[in-house]
């Protein structure tokens, strides 16, 4: 809220600057978010009056004005239309300044002399308005500074109160804070009503129906109001506070609600039939057409205000738009309420209708303000508006609200904050404060009554933050911690995510970090089915494409591979740790499983001048993953081809852990990269790491090296072309005598060279011994042997 | 001819060819070593007018020969070597290779800024025997509100606008459902640290509809504020610089109190005011305070004997902070050009 220096002056007597009273509330726990000079630069801008406004002779759209500053007339060629002869306006001088550094200058227009410019509120920097010159009441003096004029030269602190702070929405109740942390007295407003001889319920009568909802209803009347422009320094104060200016009877209401911080409305009583006032739950399907047009369909849940017929208004949120004040009303009912702030929450939130006064009531008011504020918006109707206020307040408010009481102890304060506050220290916060309290000087207690405005404060802990901030944070020392040892565990998941994380990075993957939220059309684009899988959906999403909780890493991963490509980077390496949304789950709603994705597209290496540059590929990949798994201690896993529609039919596979698919890579599918208009191959992958974290191990165990050297020998092998390097392998591991350390492969060949249907696969083996070095003789002898099984049992020939 | 002669020729001899071996190039210096040195070489000839002189005198002449031999040979092969290695050099340097060419990119990958930010935070707290601990994303309104204290329709949800999945049940909106988590499953003490994904119903500037937070608690007997500032002050100390200053300022939260946000003195202009502060000197960086005793009412914790703290950090803010990132969307558009520069 806006909070006027000027205006908090009137209520607490302070030297202190507008910066340094910002500062204390911000220390308080009240943020002051700026400190805003009201000062626009204007300069040599004064208050005049018109004379004489005649056509320009040379131009249709101008006028040509006598002008009187105070002591003299001057010359002004003005464009605008809404000035008559004894309007009084602010003159611009020769040399005056206007916001944003403008200067204003004698000038000819259209051959006639223009001394000076008359300003529109706009120009003025005080509101958008710019359809005319800004009118002053008749009133104001001639030739004064329209700085003074206007009170530009107040400052507007910027106050946020946390939402437990209802009471620190007026200029009151920042006056009240301010005034407990300096140990100043509050100044409270004067006021002096003069009623007429008519009791107001002869005039108008109250009804509560409902008493939880509104446990209390305090009405004033007043007649003979003439409804006109506020004076001046009225629609100067709710300016500067952010309000525009309507009349003087809307101009009270929100005038009390800025300064003492209670929402009034004010009927016109005529309107309301039977001059009855019932405060009533709304009948389900009943309408009220609200202060902004808008006509609103009403359940049984609403509180409203009604007369003997109708909903007139939205109770604690918005009046009806035809009982409220207009120009030519003369009587006028004035409510100031006290309505239950989650029943006002309720009713603002379901119509999506949020209004100043809503946002006091949501937060609780004071119920013993109420009357202040009534009587301080009648004596306004009676001195601004020339009302004619009746006797007494018609005043319901059948079971007094009971203010909580509270013990609070000092070791208990102590014990919290862990800082030594003394007794008396606490007494004099909770005194400033304004708290009434008995004490128990042998137990240092205190009984605490909770004043009315202190809606937050209902138990020790509420009591022991307010010793702790008038105190001051900054006297709580800085300690560290005592306690016991922890058990440290839990972190295992954590440590390997960032292993994995390093791996890849050292691989030359650059991270993503995607939304969890995907939309249908992700899900047409891959050819994922959404139907295939139980997915959870965003009841209000931001937009349909961010509206449904990923059940793949995969559709992130595709659309940032797009993104970039299309920003120009050709070579992308990308992967994605997170989480998947799949279905319900027992201990929490959804199952949330951890996947890791990887996308490449481009070369397997940054190309350079100085290497031959290879394309990405399946291999690639599978490379990465044995690498993965390797690093994580997992080497029990097996690949099979994949059946993923994702990926192209022939150049996927599927990872196997455990006898369970765990994981998929490979290129994607083309009919898919086309929905993507992928102009390059791509190449991805995606694992389930809640599979891969339980199997993998940090435990490691040393095999001895061996002390002997080995002997290598090499073999060629022709096979027919559908024969997988993997029967291959078994069939060698098989045949191969045991002294055959390791077997692996070292070329692949397919070709012209050679024999159509057949490839060549060349397998390198190593003989070695444990016990001793083998011998050329004994090594040619067990190859030749080993030579003549492959040749007999798998069908190759030897090159 | 006399002995001394002899001994005067020989001399000049090794003069004269030392001179010769002085200007030699690389191929002509075996021609030197013919020249004087060979079978019908100048010392040779010299050794032949020796008919003439005493027998006692010979082993004499035939010493001072063999000196001069040896010198001249050591001289020669020096000079050859120095020669070969000159040119061998030359040789070398000649090589015609352009070493500004570009050198063999490592292709190294990189880290998302989040990411390490998320690091750098949970590797101080572990190194302070916090454990690492995660929630689901997906939350109940228990969890996320009722058993953090905010009452239904209270104004505090406001201060979080929040995705349903249904009835009761949302995207969480801070990692704080952590707390009831851990609290229900284990006793005192706790020494926890929650790194995670949170959301919120609002896209602009500086608010992503998804972004991460780190939550902190510390439950066990005779835990105070001034431990939580403790802790805190350190954290920031050491992961924004020693010379930052802390302060802490009231505040409000429904599930800590007393509640406090603290602020650093702006790294950027040291407290004097400037545009990163917004003129203030301070920089807002958490939210933290005593774990209310409603919490612990939740779960069962006895109040007036456990007390404890919690704390809260906003990750983009940090990062955007940390790197100068302007716009909160960067992170979650993951250009290339913008990942390389982390």
Known sequence: ??????????????????????????????????????????????????????????????????????????????????????????????????????????????????????????????????????????????????????????????????????????????????????????????????????????????????????????????????????????????????????????DITNYVLLELGHPLHAFDSTTLQDAKIIVRTAREGEEIQTLDGQTRKLTKHMLVIADSKKPVALAGVMGGELTGV???????????????????????????????????????????????????????????????????????????????????????????????????????????????????????????????????????????????????????????????????????????????????????????????????????????????????KIANPLTEDVSIMRTSLVCGLLNNLAWNINHGSTEVKIFEQGRVFLGRAQETYAREDRRLALAVSGHKLEPSWNRKAATADSYYLKGLAVGLLDILGIAEYKFQPSTNTIFHPALSLDLVLDGQVSGTLGRLSPRVAENYDFPQEVYLAEFDLEKILSLATTAKKFHSIPKFPGIRRDLALSLPIKVSHETVMNQLRRLADPLVREVALFDVYQGDKMEAGFKSYAYTFLYQAQDRTLQDEEVNKLHQELVRKVIAELGAKVR | MSLEDIRNKLAELEKQALGELEQAVKDNIENIRVKYLGKKGELTAILRGMADIAAAERPLIGKLSNDIKTRLEEKISGKFRELKEKSELTALSNLQVDLT???????????????????????????????????????????????????????????????????????????????????????????????????????????????????????????????????????????????????????????????????????????????????????????????????????????????GFAFGMGVERIAMLKYAIDDISLFYENDLRFLKQF
């Not at chain 1, 507008?18 to 911000?26: G, H, N, Q, R, S």
């Not at chain 1, 119509?351 to 504020?373: K, M």
């Not at chain 1, 202190?454 to 307010?466: F, G, K, S, V, Y």
């Not at chain 2, 995660?134 to 509100?145: H, M």
């Open chain 1, 326 to 536: 207009k120009e030519n009303s003369t009587t006028v009912v004035l409510e100031s309420a006290y309505f239950d702030p989650v029943s006002i929450r309720k009713t603002a939130r379901s119509l999506g209708l949020s209004s100043d006064a809503s946002y006091h009531f949501e937060r609780g008011v004071d119920v013993d303000n109420q009357i202040l504020a009534l009587n301080r918006a009648a004596q306004m109707v009676q001195d601004l508006a020339e009302g004619a206020v009746a006797k007494g307040i018609i005043d319901t408010y059948p079971h007094k609200l009971k203010q909580p009481k509270i013990t609070l102890r000092q070791d208990r304060i102590n014990k919290i904050l862990g800082v030594e506050i003394t007794f008396a220290q606490s007494k004099k916060i909770l005194k400033n404060l304004g708290f009434a309290y008995t004490e128990n000087t042998s137990t240092e207690s205190f009984h605490v009554l909770v004043p009315p405005w202190r809606h937050d404060i209902e138990r020790e802990i509420d009591l022991i933050e307010e010793v702790a901030r008038l105190n001051g944070y900054e006297e709580i020392p800085a300690a560290l911690p005592k306690g016991r040892m922890v058990k440290v565990g839990g972190n295992r998941d954590w440590q390997m995510a960032q292993t994995i994380a390093q791996f890849l990075r050292a691989a030359g993957f650059a991270e993503i970090i995607s939304y969890s939220f995907i939309g249908e059309k992700d899900y047409a684009k891959t050819g994922i089915d959404p139907a295939a899988r139980d997915c959870i």
């Open chain 2, 101 to 307: 060419l570009p050198g063999d990119p490592v292709g190294f990958g990189h880290l998302h800024p989040i990411h390490q930010t998320i690091e750098e935070i949970v590797a101080i707290f572990t190194r302070l025997n916090f454990a690492v601990v995660e929630g689901p994303e997906i939350e109940t309104d228990y969890y996320n509100f009722e058993a953090l204290n905010f009452p239904p329709e209270h104004p505090a949800r406001d201060m979080q606008d929040t995705f349903f999945i249904e009835d009761k049940v949302l995207l969480r909106t801070h990692t704080s459902p952590v707390q009831v988590r851990v609290f229900e499953k284990q006793k005192p003490p706790v020494k926890i640290i929650v790194p995670g994904k949170v959301y919120r119903h609002d896209a602009d500037v500086s608010h992503s509809p998804m972004f991460h937070q780190v939550e902190g608690f510390l439950v066990d007997e005779g835990v105070t504020f001034a431990d939580l500032k403790g802790i805190l002050t350190a954290f920031i100390k050491e992961m924004f610089g020693e010379q930052l200053s802390t302060r802490f300022r009231p505040s409000f939260f429904p599930f800590t109190e007393p509640s406090a946000e603290v602020d650093m003195s702006c790294f950027a202009c040291k407290g004097a005011g400037c545009r990163v502060c917004k003129q203030s000197g301070w920089i807002e960086i958490l939210g933290a305070g005593m774990i209310d005793p409603a919490v612990f009412k939740h779960v069962k914790y006895d109040p007036e004997k456990y007390t």
């Open chain 1, 1 to 250: 809220m806006k909070l006027s220096y000027k205006w908090l002056k009137e209520f607490i007597d302070t030297e202190l600057s507008p910066k340094e009273i910002a500062d204390k509330l911000t220390m308080g726990g009240i943020e002051v978010s700026a400190v805003i000079n009201m000062d626009k630069g204007i300069r040599k801008v004064i208050t005049a009056e018109i004379r004489d406004v005649q056509p320009h002779p040379n131009a249709d759209k101008l006028t040509f004005c006598k002008v009187f500053n105070g002591q003299a007339e001057v010359d002004i060629v003005c464009g605008a239309k809404n000035i008559k002869p004894g309007d009084r306006v602010p003159l611009a001088t020769v040399g005056a300044v206007l916001p944003g550094n403008k200067e204003i200058n004698e000038a000819e227009i259209r051959g006639k002399k223009s001394y000076g410019m008359l300003c529109s509120e706009r120009e003025l920097g005080l509101s958008e308005e710019h359809a005319g010159i800004m009118i002053l009441p008749q009133d104001t003096p001639l030739g004064l500074d329209i700085n003074t004029v206007l009170e530009l030269d107040d400052v507007i602190l910027e106050a946020e109160p946390t939402p437990n702070r209802g009471d620190c929405l007026s200029v009151l109740g920042l006056a009240r804070e301010i005034a407990a942390i300096l140990n100043l007295k509050i100044k409270m407003p004067k006021i002096v009503l003069k009623e007429t001889a008519d009791k107001a319920e002869k005039f108008v009568t109250v009804e509560i129906k409902d008493e939880n909802l509104c446990p209390r209803y305090a009405a004033r009347f007043a007649s003979n109001v003439k409804v006109k422009t506020s004076p001046l320094w009225m629609q100067n104060r709710l300016r500067n506070c952010g309000l525009r200016p309507i009349n003087n009877i809307v």
